[in-house]
């Protein structure tokens, strides 16, 4: 077995971008070339998409092709990106434009002399009391029209209410607990998705209580649909289940079609969070909160909160924040002849005390590798945390002796468990950048062909002492950002620069996940930079009906939180 480091590069996966409210356009998908090692100058840059229309407030990804002479395309060249009025239209230093007023900025990227460029035209944004598309409430009834005054109930919209909701239609979700479960069979199409989403300034929740123990709450068998921005639970008590396996609590949510995203969700007190059946690809899960799903089984906590697998890919989790589950936090996993576990990507997910709900049994913060191969998967920029005394395995990539393909491990922060990092056998890997940071066993090859040496870790004689504050943008929802802390330095307040993230003015609020429902921790209008965020240690949240066991407390070494506009 050899340990060998490919030079790899993923340009980006599709992007939408966001306009108003109402309306998401899909846009290029995955770069389906592999570039290849080249060491001749930039010759020529190309940026996607040249032009872009912005509501105020809208966001976009732009995307930096490089290629040499010879038409190669390059990869780990350095970009950097301007604004020629950043009034009208700024952007980050790695190509994410935010729309500031009525204009038109030219967006110019540039490496070794070369630069290119793209036109944001930006528009007003239509009054905020003014939402296009149909409505569903808890009170709604099939005979509806689909009027905020006369809406329809959720199971109707979601079987396209007789034809009614078309491709590019939004369907506004209004406040109020809609019960039961449910199945969406309705249909988007290419650049026109069908989306469900909650009501600006109402809270819409889908409570499970009541289905039988293998149902799901919400079914998706529709293509290119949204489900952005509402809450889902179980509010029945039962938390433990006598047999072994699946079906010991509901799950809330399932995707059995192509094109489909989760946005903003809050996911509860389910059995698993979010699964995705393999043979289902073009799949996104962003900015999602999931915590205290599962249940207790003889033999081990079961239940996660993200469960993935694909024979083809690609499918995506990044940006969610996973904690306190009875099993996995990320679950890339699959049974002998289940499915595959082919071009997953897991980026820049905040998991921790994940698998710490059971009382017999330890779980990851990430998992990625199963009973067969895993290959074109890509673990980066998470950021993981259990506190001292759980000896759980914090990171694992690869399971048992399969022997998958290639995998991507860079740029992690991973702190706690025990051991913090197990690597299993890839015919292929590519590692760098990672930090692995522990009290006890950090890293466990499994492969004994690796090398300790392409591993950073840490232990507790030289554990950090510096603060160490990461902020990651929640992509498709303006002024929506996940922030982790980790408080080495014991300060009572931290810095948070929300430059990038907020728009000028917003009134903005942000919250610790532990606490979702609960005080803000601060808000405020933004005036740029940074914002002061008070370190508190609040109590984990308990989860429904179990009382056997509780997640650890963070404290105040360790917290994550959700910035929003406020609505």
Known sequence: MTFGFKLSHRLARGFWAVGTAAALVACAGENPTTPVPSNNPVNTITVSPSTASLAVNGTLQLLAELRDSTGVTLSGRAVSWSSDAASIASVSGEGFVQAQDTGTATITAASEGKSSTATVTVTQA?????????????????????????????????????????????????????????????????????????????????????????????????????????????????????????????????????????????????????????????????????????????????????????????????????????????????????????????????????????????????????????????????????????????????????????????????????????????TSSTVSGNSFIGTGSVLSLVDPALSPSKFTGQTAASLPTTTKVVVRRVAYETGRANIAVYNWGNAGEVSVNLDGILPLGAQYEIRNVQNMNGAVVTSGTFNGGSVALPIRAVPPPAPVGWTTRVAPATGTVFNAYVVTIRE
Not at 262 to 279: E, F, K, Q, T
Not at 301 to 327: C, E, K, M, W
Not at 348 to 372: E, K, M, P
Request: aromatic share 10%; glycine share 16%.
């Open 126 to 426: 239509p009054p905020a009391s003014e939402h296009a598309g149909y409505y569903v409430s808890p009170s709604g009834s099939s005979a509806g029209n689909g009027s905020k005054n006369s809406p329809w109930n959720l199971a109707t919209a979601l079987a396209g209410a007789g034809g009614k909701v078309q491709p590019g239609d939004t369907v506004w979700m209004l406040g109020g607990t809609y019960r039961g479960t449910f199945s969406s069979t309705v249909s988007g199409s290419s650049g026109k998705p069908v989306v469900f989403r909650q009501y600006p300034g109402e809270h819409a929740l889908i409570d499970g209580a009541g289905a039988a123990r293998t149902a799901t709450v919400l079914s998706v068998r529709g293509p290119y649909v949204v489900f952005w921005g509402f809450e889902m639970t179980n509010t029945d008590a039962d938390r433990t289940w006598s047999q072994t396996g699946n079906g010991g609590r509901p799950h809330a949510l399932a995707n059995y079609a192509l094109h489909t995203k989760y946005i903003s969700l809050v996911v509860h007190d389910a059995g698993v969070g979010i699964y995705n059946d393999p043979r289902q690809y073009d799949v996104e899960i962003v900015g999602c909160v999931f915590y205290n799903n599962g249940w207790q089984g003889p033999d081990r906590g079961h239940g996660h909160a993200i469960y993935l697998r694909s024979n083809t890919g690609p499918v995506y989790a990044h940006d969610n924040v996973l904690f306190n589950q009875f099993g996995y936090g990320v679950h890339v996993y699959t049974n002998p002849g289940d499915g595959l576990l082919n071009n997953i990507h897991i980026e820049g997910n905040i998991a921790f005390n994940n698998g710490t709900l059971a009382t017999n049994s330890s779980s990851s913060n990430i998992l990625v590798g199963g009973d067969d191969k895993a290959d074109g998967d890509v673990v980066t920029r998470n950021l993981t945390y259990y506190p001292p005394g759980v000896s759980a395995t914090n990171m694992k990539i690869g399971y048992g002796s399969l022997v998958n393909g290639s995998v991507e491990l860079t740029d992690n922060y991973v702190v706690g468990g025990g051991p913090v990092l197990s690597m299993g056998y890839w």
